[in-house]
């Protein structure tokens, strides 16, 4: 189809519109194709017209002349439980100049899930009257999937919140630079974040979203806290949300979980860029020894299409703390506890509980359960109480509150114990702050730290004030297992001062060490961000070298390191989604991630000169 302009009129309307639909199930999308080409061709754009509303919800829009070439729309239209029609629209301003079409239009995933017979296993949930079989998780998270909304039946109010009525138990964080915003309909930036919520799929539903433009300025940040929830087993507790992160400076959404009131917690899961125009359901599975809160932070880009849309998170199998007394924390009228700054570290038990396991195999210390010796220490927690991976090093380290994430310095541990006055004058690594520093060591020592900001915030430097010229100071992880195809190490450097030495990332197994990454002289009175790939690894280290330079005026100095994408991958009961990629060992992967010269598959598969 496509328009024919026989006038010059001012606002002629070209209305191409569907037949009316009465229902779609909650995958439901609809692509076509389109071609908008010419000087002065205008916009065109598709609405949805659900029965009982009179706002129409715009669903994608075209403004201007995008080539002469078909290009492929792709709408997510999700659960759509009352008739509707699609209409789309094409308004002549006078000058209208090309050509306007659309061809192949298909709808996809749009029925509700077929009846079953039966409908067995734990992981399985058969619908009241449409009888259809559909997976657990799908239970109380806000989404009628059944068609008949017995999903959703009995579902615990203070579990579940799809924005419609406020935060419900859900709250900003004080700490953060700014909160998140609920919203109806777009967000005021075109091309950037949702057109609708993903509760109701209209411009009638609400939503929260992230706002992008001034006064907000990179890595400015807004959290989200949730209710406080109780211990829960490892794996018994699922926290599902819809996220929508569309604009091509989008940066990065990420979920942490605490058991301390001012900590920043461990990260849980995070994704960053643009995922184009659609809602992504996302599911995280929760495990905690002790009551725990989840925090969802969106940290804006550095320009404004950057929106981030947050809808319908909800849990299941967990349950809302009380304040009642707990054996593993004392909890002070619900409020979690906050860090002791005096100790540092888990403490775990001296004696092991009753096991079977051999010496090639880790003892889990609050089951006993027996995992794999190569599972201790790649990221992973395989043991409920995380006891594998305790005395490792931490996947994020930002050396607030003075801890060192397992980090070490060889050299200083096989120094005997009546060597400390030497040990004080050695060039090594240690923790620092802005608050600290002499007169005019601020003209080569970071004033402010790269995580808060501060001159309270904690960094890890290697002192120049101490030492010779040449000497080297080496902080290093314990030993590392297992790292995944994706892995890399980023950190923030800051090398200010007329006497530099250099900064290195040495990679150490028992047979070889070898350089990944090296910066020499001084780079400026500001933090530099740093990433090393690191890809699949086994049974290694990785150390941080400062070499001294000439004279004081040349500290090293580190911060934020994190450990990105390194756990293993894990093989999957579930067969491999069309989107994905089967590798020889089964691993599942991103079709995305095919043919692009990382062994993604830890076989290699994935790059065959066969495929």
């Known amino acids: 189809m496509f328009i024919l302009k026989s006038s010059n009129i001012v606002s002629q309307i070209a209305r191409l519109q569907s037949p009316k639909f009465r229902q779609t199930g909650s995958n439901c999308t609809l692509s076509f194709w389109y071609y908008n080409y ?98 657990s998780l799908l239970v109380c998270d806000l989404v009628d999937d059944c068609g008949d909304g017995s999903d959703e039946d009995s579902c615990d109010p203070d579990l579940q919140c799809d924005f419609e009525n406020g935060l419900c138990n859900w709250e900003q964080d004080v700490q953060d630079d700014f909160d998140w915003i609920r919203i109806q309909g777009p967000t005021p930036t075109v091309n950037t974040g949702p057109l609708k919520d993903h509760t ?118 967990c349950t809302l703390y009380n304040g009642a007394q707990h054996p593993f924390c004392s909890i002070f009228k619900g409020d979690l506890p906050t860090i002791s700054t005096t100790t540092s570290g888990t403490s775990v038990p001296a004696t092991l509980p009753m096991n079977n396991c051999t010496e090639k195999e880790f003892v889990c210390r609050a ?34 509150d003075k801890d060192l994430c397992g980090w070490h310095q060889p050299a200083l541990e096989q120094m005997p114990g009546n060597y400390s006055i030497l040990i004080t004058k050695t060039f090594k690594w240690q923790l620092g702050r802005g608050a600290n520093l002499y007169p005019e060591e601020e003209q080569h020592c970071p004033l402010t730290d790269h995580t808060t900001c501060t001159e309270e915030g904690w960094y890890l430097f290697a002192d120049s004030s101490n ?25 923030w450097n800051h090398m200010n001062g007329s006497t530099i030495g250099s900064l290195e990332v040495l990679y150490k197994s028992s047979t070889k ?10 780079q400026g009175p500001q933090w530099n961000r740093a990433e090393v790939f690191l890809g699949i690894r ?58 692009d010269f990382v062994n993604d598959c830890e076989d290699n598969s994935d790059e065959s000169p066969g495929i």
């Not at 894990?570 to 599942?588: H, R, V």
């Open 38 to 135: 010419g000087q002065s061709v205008g916009a065109a754009e598709l609405r949805l017209l659900e029965d009982g509303l009179t706002q129409p919800t715009v669903l994608w829009r075209t403004y201007y002349s995008e080539g002469n070439q078909w290009l492929k729309a792709v709408i997510q239209l999700g659960r759509l439980p009352h008739p509707f029609q699609l209409s789309l629209d094409k308004i002549s301003l006078g000058v209208y100049d090309g050509v306007s079409a659309i061809d192949d239009i298909s709808f996809e995933n749009c029925a509700l899930p077929p009846a079953a017979l039966s409908c067995e296993g734990p992981n399985r949930f058969w619908c009241r009257d449409t009888k259809a079989c559909i997976d």
């Open 200 to 317: 109701t799929g209209t411009a009638r539903g609400h939503y929260l979203y992230l706002e992008s433009s001034g006064p907000r300025q990179f890595q400015d940040k807004a959290v989200l806290l949730s209710p406080l929830f109780s211990p829960c087993g490892y794996g018994t507790c699922a926290f599902r949300f819809h996220y929508h992160m569309f604009g091509k400076e989008v940066y990065k959404l990420s979920v942490f979980q605490r058991t301390v009131s001012n900590a920043k917690g461990w990260l849980v899961w995070y994704k960053f860029g643009n995922q184009e125009n659609r809602w992504i359901r996302q599911t995280l599975f929760i495990s905690s020894s002790k009551p725990f809160q989840i925090l969802v932070k969106g940290i804006v880009g550095d320009g404004f299409t950057g929106d981030i849309g947050l809808d319908d998170v909800s849990f299941l199998g």
């Open 367 to 400: 089951s006993g359960h027996c995992i794999q010796m190569i599972q201790k220490c790649d990221f992973r927690p395989d043991c409920s109480d995380k006891s594998d991976e305790s005395a490792c090093v931490m996947e994020v380290c930002d050396f607030e």
């Open 467 to 491: 030492g010779e010229f040449g000497d080297t100071a080496d902080i290093a992880t314990p030993v590392i297992s297992l790292t995944g195809p994706r892995c890399k190490i980023i950190f």
């Open 513 to 522: 060490t070898s350089k990944l990454w090296s910066q020499t002289g001084s």
């Open 538 to 595: 086994s049974n290694f280290q990785i150390i941080f070298r400062a070499k001294r330079g000439v004279s004081y005026m040349g500290d090293v100095t580190v911060d934020d390191i994190t450990f990105e994408d390194c756990s293993p991958l894990l093989i999957s009961d579930k067969p491999c989604t069309s989107e994905e990629f089967m590798c020889a060992n089964k691993y599942c992967i991103p079709e995305n991630n095919l043919c």
